[in-house]
C-alpha cells in the first residue's frame, strides 16, 4: 500500500513538473518598448539604464523606437555603450529619423529596423573641429564594425571629407534613406510597425510593455536639457545679481538659489555631478563674497572662487564645450542686467560697502589745503619771535611759519627755502 501510494505521488510531481515546463514555455516574451524621442540629453540615459535592467530581470527583449533629431553626443555615447553592454537582444527601429546621435544609438543595436521613409545620419558635430570630428567618427566607425556594418558608411555620417563611391561626394555629410540603408546592410528590415518587426524576427507570441519615463526621470530630462540649464544658469545669476542690487533679502535672491538649485539638483539626480561638484560650487560663492564684502582688492580668494565656480559648472555639464557656451550665455546676459541696472545697483547697500560714496566738496562747505609752494624764494618780516615757530609778513600776507634754525627775533628779515603744504620754513637774512 505503502509503495503504491509513493508511485501515485511521484506521477502526480512529474505532471506538475512538465505543466509547469510546457507553461513557461509557452509564455509570450516581454518586449519592452522605450521611446528615444526629442532631445539626447542625461536624463534619457537614466531613463534606457531602467528599462535595459527590466528586460534583463525578467529575461525580455528591448525594443528602441527611435524619433530624433539628436542631441549630446556624451548621452548618446552612455546610452550606446548601455545598449553594447546588454544582456539581452537589442532592437533599433526608427520610425521616423536617427540623425546625429539618435545615428549613434541606432547603430549601437544588433539589429536595425526601419520604417518607409525613415532616415539616418547627419551626424556632423557641432561645434566641427577636427578634434571632434575624428572622435565621433571613431566612434560611429567602432560602433558599426562591432555588428558587422560598413565602417565607410558610419565614417561619412560624422566627417564630411569621406566619400563612398555611388552614394555621399567629399564635402557632404551621409544621411540615408531605409531603402538605401537595407541595401548598403546598415539596416536590417524594413517594417511598416514594431507588431510587423517582431513578428519578422520570430516573436509570434510576445506582450509589448511600452515604458515611458516616470515623473522623476521626466523632471530629469527637462533640467537637464541643454536650453533649460543655460535659461537656469542664467536665471541663477540674475537672481543674485538682482539680490544684490536690492535691500535686504527677497524674491529675487530666493528664486536665483532656486535656480541654481534645480540646475544642479537635474544633475545630481542622473549622475552627471556628485555632492564634490556642487560643494565646489558653494565653496567658490562663499569665496567670491568674501573677496567683494569683507577683503580689499582682488587677490587669491577672488581668483579661487571663480576657479572654483568655474569647475563646478563644467563637472556639472560634464563636457567643457558646453560648460563654458552655456557659462558664456550666463554672464552675458548677467553683464546686460548689470547695465540695465547700473543706477539702482549704485543705490544698493552693497554698492556702498564697495565704492566710498562720501564726498568732501565745495558745495558742502568743504575747501582743499591752501598750496604755497608759489611762496619759496619770496622774502618778507618777521611779525613776531620764531622759537622757531611764529608769524612774518610776505608779500602783505601773514602766514605761520617755521624757522629753519634757531631763534629769530621781531622785525628781522626772513626768506622761504621750503614750502610744505601749509607749512612754510623760512631762513633769517643777513643784512651786511
Known amino acids: 500500500m505503502k509503495r503504491l501510494d509513493s508511485r501515485i505521488i511521484s506521477m502526480i510531481l512529474v505532471l ?14 516581454l518586449a519592452y518598448a522605450l521611446p528615444i524621442r526629442g532631445e539626447i540629453e ?29 542631441g549630446r553626443v556624451d548621452a548618446a555615447t552612455e546610452i550606446k555603450d548601455l545598449v553594447l ?24 543595436a544588433p539589429q536595425i529596423a526601419m520604417a518607409p521613409g525613415s532616415s539616418i545620419g547627419a551626424a556632423e558635430p557641432r561645434p566641427m573641429e577636427e578634434k571632434t570630428v ?26 564630411a571629407d569621406v566619400v563612398v563611391e555611388g552614394l555621399v561626394e567629399k564635402g557632404k555629410i551621409l544621411t540615408l534613406s531605409a531603402q538605401d540603408a537595407l541595401d548598403w546592410d546598415m539596416a536590417d528590415m524594413m517594417t ?63 528664486a536665483g538659489l532656486a535656480a541654481l538649485f534645480l540646475f544642479f539638483g537635474g544633475r545630481y539626480v542622473t549622475g552627471l555631478v556628485g555632492l564634490e561638484g556642487i560643494l565646489l560650487f558653494i565653496a567658490g560663492i562663499i569665496l567670491l563674497v568674501l573677496e567683494i564684502a569683507v577683503i580689499p582688492g582682488f587677490g587669491l580668494a577672488g581668483i579661487l572662487g571663480l576657479a572654483s ?23 552675458t546676459v548677467s553683464a546686460v542686467a548689470v547695465v540695465l541696472l547700473w543706477n539702482r545697483f549704485r543705490q544698493s547697500r552693497f554698492w556702498q560697502r564697495l565704492v566710498l560714496s562720501h564726498r568732501e566738496s565745495p558745495d558742502v562747505g568743504y575747501r582743499a589745503p591752501a598750496d604755497f609752494t608759489h611762496l ?31 631763534f629769530v627775533s621781531t622785525n628781522s628779515p626772513v626768506e622761504v627755502v621750503l614750502a610744505e603744504g601749509t607749512r612754510l620754513v623760512v631762513r633769517e637774512v643777513r643784512v651786511e
Open 16 to 29: 506538475i513538473s512538465v505543466f509547469a515546463f510546457s507553461t513557461g514555455a509557452l509564455a509570450a516574451p
Open 42 to 70: 542625461p536624463g534619457l540615459a537614466a531613463f534606457v539604464a531602467r528599462g535595459i535592467q527590466l528586460a534583463e530581470r525578467n529575461g525580455g527583449i528591448v525594443l528602441l523606437e527611435i524619433n530624433t533629431f539628436g
Open 85 to 108: 553592454k546588454a544582456d539581452v537582444p537589442v532592437i533599433a527601429y526608427v520610425s521616423e529619423r536617427a540623425w546625429s546621435a539618435g545615428a549613434l544609438i541606432a547603430l549601437s
Open 134 to 159: 575624428s572622435a565621433l567618427k571613431a566612434e560611429f566607425e567602432s560602433t558599426a564594425e562591432r555588428w558587422g556594418r560598413n565602417r565607410q558608411l558610419a565614417a561619412a555620417m560624422v566627417d
Open 192 to 254: 511598416a510597425n514594431t507588431h510587423e518587426l517582431l513578428t519578422q524576427l520570430g516573436y509570434d507570441n510576445y506582450e509589448i510593455i511600452n515604458l515611458t519615463p516616470h515623473w522623476a526621470e521626466q523632471i530629469a530630462r527637462f533640467l537637464t536639457n541643454s536650453t533649460v540649464s543655460s535659461l537656469l544658469l542664467s536665471l541663477g545669476f540674475l537672481g543674485l545679481i538682482f539680490e544684490v542690487a536690492s535691500p535686504g533679502w527677497g524674491v529675487p535672491g530666493t
Open 309 to 331: 565656480v568655474i569647475g563646478s559648472i563644467v563637472l556639472a555639464f560634464g563636457d567643457v564645450q558646453m560648460a563654458l557656451f552655456s557659462l558664456s550665455i550666463a554672464i
Open 376 to 406: 619759496v624764494g619770496k622774502r618778507g618780516t618777521t611779525v613776531s619771535p620764531l622759537r622757531p615757530a611764529g608769524t612774518a609778513t610776505i608779500d602783505g600776507n601773514r602766514y605761520d611759519v617755521v624757522s629753519e634754525g634757531g
